[in-house]
């Protein structure tokens, strides 16, 4: 990134100059006359311009000349007046700014300017949602991503890492995930918060949690729905104080992230039965953007997707327009994720080209009856004993109940391997 700066009073130059090298390289004038005599061959990306030079509206021309170039320029100017801030967006300016500019000043400029398009094509993101995602960038704000499962939540997250470490010119920012669904409630706070050696049983060296690894990057925080109550009060104070404590220790170490969280849950229901912070909730949620579910989607969007799932395999097939509306209107539970997997398959192992009746084909192979008719026929009596209604019901609290046990209490793992929505779940599973 090249930067070009306007500036005719040296001392202000030289600082503007020396706050702008942390960003990009420079180049400075301190006449306007030399930038309109070489316009046509200066090569800059931004361009900072004062406009209280010597000659009167010299800046506003500069200005407008780069613009048509496409460069874009932040005005400078010791004055406030709407006349001439009107004035400089007139002529082209992106931004303005009263000198003397602060750093918070010039680096929220320089971001704002440098932020271009974040990938969201596998994502059906709304102009307005896309536009919320880039104040993470410009306010360091929080996300909270919400959506049923495999709607693209941690493929979305990693994309915003992806661009924060084009946005800062490094490749070696960290990354950082935690699902919380996944962990046992004595091990959560050990991974996210880390531990002091001889901290508890088994503690035998000093450990860095999830936090403090992701300082100087992105910290992921993925299903934080089911965080316990009492560790939502700890993550709460290191968001609000940027200070982490390893368990058994008293030293506070300084940590600085992007925070990006994510739920299946419904955060607000579960605020009213008092299972989630609702202060907590304020500050995960700068920024809230919902993924919607593939049946939400309208058909050409549909259709664009399984398109585009397609094209990226190594394997290039022709998909008839019967096939694609078959895919379309198939049920698919698990969203993005589910029919990227079966697009896989159908693409590896089918023919060159793919018609309906191959679609038929795949999925009576990956659907077939998973109890044979004589074996319902055993439950007869029961179901006539106790009625339909009451024996789908023990039946699904003794699975629930045995994997969610066997999964070691894992709430998450337990809904993704039985495919159950979390009402299910916790219909019969106390909170």
């Given at each position: 990134m090249k930067i070009l700066i306007l500036e005719d009073d040296e001392m202000a130059r030289m600082g503007l100059s020396l706050m702008l090298k942390r960003y990009a390289r420079t180049f400075e004038y301190s006449q306007a006359h030399l930038v309109l005599k070489e316009i046509d061959d200066i090569e800059a990306d931004l361009a900072f311009v004062d406009l209280d030079l010597e000659e009167d509206l010299i800046g506003l021309e500069v200005i407008s000349r780069l613009s048509a170039r496409?460069?874009?320029?932040?005005?400078?100017?010791?004055?406030?007046e709407d006349s001439i801030i009107s004035q400089a967006y007139e002529f082209g300016a992106s931004d303005f700014l009263v000198k003397p500019a602060t750093e918070?000043?010039?680096?929220?400029?320089?971001?704002?300017?440098?932020?271009?398009?974040?990938?969201t094509d596998e994502f059906n993101i709304s102009k307005q949602n896309l536009a919320k995602l880039k104040n993470i960038f410009l306010?360091?704000?929080?996300?909270?991503?919400?959506?049923?499962?495999?709607?693209g939540k941690t493929f979305l997250a990693k994309e915003v890492h992806r661009y924060l470490c084009e946005l800062r010119d490094k490749v070696d920012l960290p990354f950082i995930s935690v699902n919380c669904s996944e962990l046992s409630r004595t091990l959560i706070e050990s991974e996210l918060f880390g531990h002091k050696k001889g901290a508890f049983t088994g503690a035998s060296e000093d450990r860095k949690g999830r936090i403090e690894s992701a300082n100087g990057g992105v910290l992921f925080?993925?299903?934080?729905?089911?965080l316990d109550l009492?560790?939502?009060?700890?993550?709460?104070?290191?968001?609000?104080?940027?200070?982490?404590?390893?368990?058994?220790?008293?030293?506070?170490?300084?940590?600085?992230?992007?925070?990006?969280?994510?739920?299946?849950?419904?955060?607000?229901?579960?605020?009213?039965?008092?299972?989630?912070?609702?202060?907590?909730?304020?500050?995960i949620s700068d920024i809230q953007i919902r993924l919607p579910s593939f049946y939400e989607y309208t058909n050409s969007q549909k259709i664009e997707f399984i398109r585009k799932i397609i094209k990226l395999q190594p394997r290039r097939i022709v998909i008839s327009n019967e096939a694609l509306e078959y895919l379309c209107s198939r049920h698919w539970p698990g969203n993005l994720r589910e029919i990227t997997k079966?697009?896989?398959?159908?693409?590896?192992?089918?023919?060159?080209?793919?018609?309906?009746?191959?679609?038929?084909?795949?999925?009576?192979?990956?659907?077939?009856?998973?109890?044979?008719?004589?074996?319902?026929?055993?439950?007869?009596?029961?179901?006539?004993?106790?009625?339909?209604?009451?024996?789908?019901?023990?039946?699904?609290?003794?699975?629930?109940?045995?994997?969610?046990?066997?999964?070691?209490?894992?709430?998450?793992?337990?809904?993704?391997?039985?495919?159950?929505?979390?009402?299910?779940?916790?219909?019969?599973?106390?909170?």
């Open positions: 496409g460069i874009k320029t932040i005005a400078l100017t010791g004055h406030e918070e000043q010039i680096e929220f400029v320089i971001n704002k300017q440098r932020l271009g398009k974040i990938s306010k360091n704000q929080n996300l909270l991503l919400t959506g049923d499962t495999g709607t925080i993925d299903e934080i729905g089911a009492e560790t939502q009060v700890k993550l709460l104070k290191v968001i609000d104080e940027r200070i982490v404590y390893r368990v058994g220790d008293s030293e506070p170490r300084k940590v600085d992230f992007l925070l990006i969280t994510a739920t299946c849950d419904d955060l607000e229901r579960n605020i009213k039965e008092k299972v989630f912070r609702h202060d907590l909730f304020q500050r079966a697009l896989k398959e159908i693409t590896a192992s089918g023919t060159g080209v793919i018609g309906l009746e191959y679609m038929y084909e795949y999925f009576s192979g990956h659907e077939k009856d998973f109890i044979s008719r004589e074996g319902l026929d055993g439950f007869e009596d029961v179901v006539l004993e106790v009625g339909l209604p009451k024996f789908i019901e023990e039946v699904e609290r003794y699975f629930i109940q045995k994997r969610y046990g066997q999964n070691q209490q894992k709430a998450r793992t337990t809904i993704n391997e039985l495919k159950i929505s979390n009402n299910m779940f916790y219909k019969y599973i106390k909170r």
